[in-house]
C-alpha cells in the first residue's frame, strides 16, 4: 500500500480521478469526503449513496471512475451493487472499503468484481494510493487479503485437485508474490527481492485477482459436474 | 445467615422427587432432612403428610434454571429412603384403619400413584420447553404418561367395582369414555393454537434473547471504552491503545473462529492461531503498535514446540515494537505440512545484524536460543534505516512421528 507515487499511471483526461461513495453510514462517508478533498488534488470526490438501490441509479448516472464500496450494507451489501453494475460497466473500477477483515467478506466482494479491499482503519494518504493504483488497472491487496488468497488457493480442503491445469490456479511466481504481500512488503520491495520489476509484480497480482475472480466459475462448473446438473 | 428469606419455590436441581421438601427447607433455612422426615411422619397420619406434598407440589412454582445445586450421594440415598419410608409408613396405618378407610385408600393411592406419574412428565415436559426447543422425551416420555394414565384408570375402575354394581359400572364407563371422546373432538382447536401460540412465543424468546445478549456484549465492551476514552481524551496514546484493544475484541466478536453468528468455535481450543493472537495483542497493548497478523494454513495444536516458536516470534515482536520505532508491526505465519514458518516485519530503524553487542540477551537468548533448543531456524535479515524482518522455522511432527 505505500506505492512510490513515480510508479503510478497518470490520470486521465482532466488529471482528476472521480470517485463515488457507497456506504450507509452518512458520517462514515462525510469522514472518507473529507479525507479525500483534504490534501489529495488528484481524486475528486463526486457523489455518494447510502443503500443499494440508490448507488446503482447514481453510479449509472454519474459514471466515476473508481467507487468505494461498502461490504456490510442492507439489501445485499456491496456484492449486489456489484452484480448489479458490473456487466453493465465494465470501465467503472471497484473497491471495497469495509471494517470487516472476515475473509468470507473478503472473498466474496472479491469474487464479485472489485479490484481491492482496503479496511476503513487505513488513513487517508493510503486511500489516496489505493484509489490512484486500482484506477491505474493495478490491484490492491493488503497482507491480510494476501493471506486470504493464499488460504483459498492453497490450504483448504477440497482446492483444487493436483495435475488439473485449468483449476491448478496460481503459478508458482505469483504464490511468491502473494506470499511476500503477506509478509508485508510493498510492490517495489517485492520487484527488489524477486529480481523483476515492479510492473511484472503488478501484473501478476493482477492476475491473481482475475484467477480469484475465475475461480468462482471453476468451483461452480466442479460444483454443477459433481452433481451431475451438467 | 444473613442472607434474606428466599420465597417459596421448588428447587429445580438436586431434587428426588418434586423439589417440594428442598424448597421448603430453603424457604425456612433448616436442614432438608428435617423437611423431609416431617412429611414422612405426617405422612403415617392419614397420608396427610403425602397430602401437603402433592398440593405443594401443584401449587408452588419451581425455581429459575440458573440455580445449580449438587445432590452428595448419601443425601440422595438417605432421601429415597425416607421417601420410601413414609410411602409404607402411609400403608401402614391404612391397613390399620377400619375396613372402609383401607378400602378407600388403597385403590385410590394406585391412582394417587399414576397421577404423580403423569404429573411428573408434565413438570418434566415443561421444564424441557423452557430449556431447550421442547423437543420432548420421545418415547419414554410417551411410556410414562400412558403407564400413569393406565395406573389412574386402573385405581378409579378398583374403586368404583367396590361402590357400583357391574350394570351401572358399564354404562358409567361407557358414559366416560364417549365424554373424552368428546371433549377431545371438541378441543381439537384449541391444542392446534396452543401448539401453535407456544411456537410463536419461542420463536421471540430466542430473538429476545439474542437481542439482549448483543446489547449486553456491546455496553460491557464497547460503551465502557468509549466511556473511557471520553474521559482520558487528552491522553492520545491512552485512546490508541483503548481503542485498538476494543476493536481487536469486537472484531473477534463479531468475525472470529467462535464469533457471533458463527455457531460453535469450530477450531481447536488454544491452537496455534489464537496463541499467536494472544501474543500479537499483548504486544500491541504493551508497546503500543499496530501487530497485524496474518495466519496461511489450517490450525494445529500447540505442542512444545510450536509454543516455543509462539514465543520467540513474540519477542521477535516486542524487539520490533521496542527498538523499530514503527507504528506497525506485520507478523506472518504459515502453517505447512510439515513446517511453521514466521515472519516478523517492520520497515523501522533496522541495524547491523554483525554489530550487536553480545550481552542483548533478547535476541541470543529468546529467540535464537529457544528455537535450536527445539530443531528451529532463525534467519534475520536487516538494512539500516529500511526496517528488519526476523524469519522462525520450526519443523513439525507428524502424529505417527510423535507416537513412536
Not at chain 2, 456491546?218 to 483503548?242: G, K
Not at chain 2, 505442542?303 to 507504528?327: P, Y
Request: no cysteine; aromatic share 6%.
Amino acid at each position: 500500500m505505500t506505492e512510490d507515487p513515480t510508479d503510478q499511471q497518470a490520470p486521465d483526461g482532466d488529471g482528476t480521478i472521480s470517485v463515488f461513495l457507497v456506504d450507509d453510514h452518512a458520517l462514515f462517508r462525510s469522514g472518507v469526503r473529507a479525507e479525500l478533498e483534504r490534501g489529495v488534488p488528484d481524486v475528486r470526490v463526486v457523489g455518494e449513496a447510502g443503500s443499494v438501490d440508490e448507488a446503482v441509479a447514481a453510479v449509472r448516472h454519474h459514471r466515476p471512475d473508481v467507487v468505494l464500496l461498502d461490504v456490510h450494507m442492507p439489501d445485499g451489501g456491496g456484492a449486489e451493487v456489484l452484480r448489479r453494475l458490473r456487466p453493465e460497466l465494465p470501465d467503472v473500477v471497484f473497491l471495497a472499503l469495509s471494517v470487516s477483515d472476515a475473509a468470507e467478506d473478503v472473498i466474496a466482494v472479491i469474487r464479485a468484481g472489485a479490484r481491492g479491499y482496503v479496511t476503513k482503519t487505513i488513513s487517508g494518504r493510503e486511500l489516496a494510493d489505493a484509489v490512484r493504483r486500482v484506477h491505474g488497472g493495478d490491484a490492491v491487496f493488503s497482507p491480510r487479503l494476501a493471506g486470504f488468497v493464499l488460504d483459498v488457493f492453497s490450504n483448504k480442503p477440497g482446492a483444487a485437485p493436483p495435475g488439473d491445469p485449468e483449476l491448478d490456479l496460481l503459478t508458482r511466481r505469483e504464490r511468491d508474490v502473494l506470499r511476500l504481500l503477506a509478509r508485508g512488503y510493498a510492490y517495489k520491495e517485492i520487484a527488489a527481492e524477486l529480481f523483476i520489476s515492479v510492473k511484472t509484480v503488478e501484473t501478476h497480482v493482477s492476475s491473481v485477482l482475475r484467477k480469484t475472480q475465475l475461480s468462482n466459475r471453476y468451483e461452480l462448473s466442479r460444483w454443477a459436474s459433481d452433481r451431475r446438473l451438467v | 445467615m444473613n442472607t434474606p428469606t428466599p420465597p417459596l419455590a421448588r428447587r429445580r436441581s438436586g431434587r428426588i422427587v418434586a423439589g417440594v421438601a428442598g424448597g421448603v427447607a430453603d424457604h425456612l433455612g433448616i436442614p432438608v432432612t428435617w423437611v423431609r422426615a416431617a412429611f414422612v411422619g405426617l405422612a403415617a397420619m392419614w397420608w396427610a403428610g403425602a397430602m401437603a406434598y402433592g398440593l405443594l407440589w401443584v401449587f408452588v412454582k419451581q425455581e429459575g434454571a440458573d440455580v445449580e445445586r449438587p445432590t452428595p450421594p448419601r443425601e440422595r440415598q438417605q432421601a429415597l429412603g425416607l421417601a420410601a419410608l413414609g410411602v409404607a409408613a402411609a400403608l401402614t396405618a391404612a391397613a390399620l384403619g377400619n375396613d372402609l378407610i383401607g378400602w378407600i385408600v388403597g385403590p385410590l393411592g394406585v391412582a394417587a400413584v399414576g397421577a404423580a406419574l403423569v404429573w411428573r412428565e408434565a413438570d418434566e415436559g415443561q421444564r424441557r420447553r423452557w430449556t431447550r426447543s421442547g423437543t420432548a422425551g420421545g418415547r419414554n416420555a410417551v411410556l410414562r404418561t400412558l403407564a400413569g394414565a393406565l395406573f389412574v384408570a386402573a385405581g378409579i375402575a378398583v374403586f368404583l367395582f367396590g361402590q357400583l354394581q357391574l350394570g351401572q359400572v358399564q354404562f358409567a364407563l361407557l358414559a366416560v369414555l364417549a365424554t373424552l371422546l368428546g371433549v377431545g373432538v371438541l378441543t381439537v382447536p384449541w391444542w392446534v393454537r396452543l401448539v401453535r401460540e407456544l411456537t410463536e412465543e419461542r420463536r421471540e424468546r430466542i430473538v429476545e434473547t439474542e437481542r439482549a445478549e448483543i446489547a449486553a456484549h456491546l455496553h460491557d465492551s464497547v460503551l465502557q471504552t468509549l466511556a473511557l476514552i471520553q474521559r482520558q481524551s487528552d491522553q492520545p496514546r491512552e485512546v490508541a491503545r483503548l481503542a485498538r484493544g476494543q476493536e481487536r475484541e469486537l472484531r473477534a466478536w463479531l468475525y472470529g473462529a467462535g464469533g457471533y453468528g458463527r455457531g460453535v468455535a469450530p477450531t481447536l481450543d488454544e491452537g496455534l492461531t489464537a496463541a499467536l493472537a494472544a501474543a500479537a495483542a499483548e504486544v500491541e497493548d504493551t508497546y503500543a503498535v499496530t501487530v497485524a497478523p496474518v495466519v496461511v494454513g489450517a490450525d494445529r495444536p500447540l505442542d512444545d514446540h510450536l509454543r516455543a516458536l509462539v514465543l520467540a516470534g513474540r519477542e521477535a515482536m516486542v524487539n520490533a515494537a521496542k527498538h523499530a520505532g514503527v507504528a506497525e508491526v506485520s507478523v506472518y505465519v504459515e502453517v505447512e505440512d510439515d513446517a511453521v514458518n514466521l515472519f516478523v516485519r517492520d520497515r523501522g530503524a533496522g541495524f547491523d545484524p554483525d554489530a550487536i553487542p553480545g550481552d542483548r540477551h533478547g535476541l541470543a537468548d529468546s529467540v535464537h536460543g529457544r528455537m535450536a533448543r527445539h530443531g528451529g531456524t532463525v534467519r534475520l535479515r536487516s538494512t539500516p534505516g529500511e526496517g528488519t524482518e526476523v524469519h522462525l522455522a520450526m519443523p513439525v511432527r507428524t502424529h505417527e512421528e510423535a507416537a513412536t
